[in-house]
């Protein structure tokens, strides 16, 4: 996750506060998508952002995760997102965001 994104999110929580912030990532690959979940979560493990040591707890998910599927409107997410659900692995996606969010983080969706 990027410097900017970092400060971004770290400004949502403060503004809104953390029981009031969801992250929903579209990461396509894997590992990508774990370290981005832990960072919103633990902190960035690479120490080099905003959220260095700074642990937000903010729920994560991705946006294959069938429960945000389910909150999402059935057209505009098959113009936006099927074809993508196509060619990555959602399964593994949704897994690395999963494992982070239930070590890390809260599940409130």
Not at 65 to 84: L, Y
Not at 100 to 107: K, L, T
């Amino acid at each position: 996750m990027d410097l900017a994104n970092q400060q971004r999110v770290k400004d949502a929580a403060e503004k809104f506060g953390a029981d009031n912030v969801i992250v929903i990532l579209g990461s396509s690959d894997a590992e990508g998508a774990g370290i981005y979940a832990e960072t919103v979560t633990a902190g960035d493990p690479t120490f080099a952002g905003p959220l260095a040591g700074v642990a937000l707890n903010l729920p994560v998910y991705h946006v294959f995760e069938d429960v945000v599927r389910a909150e999402a409107d059935a057209g505009e997410w098959e113009n936006q997102i099927s074809m993508m659900e196509m060619v990555l692995d959602p399964a593994a996606l949704a897994q690395a965001v999963r494992e982070m969010r239930e070590e890390h983080g809260q599940s409130v969706l």
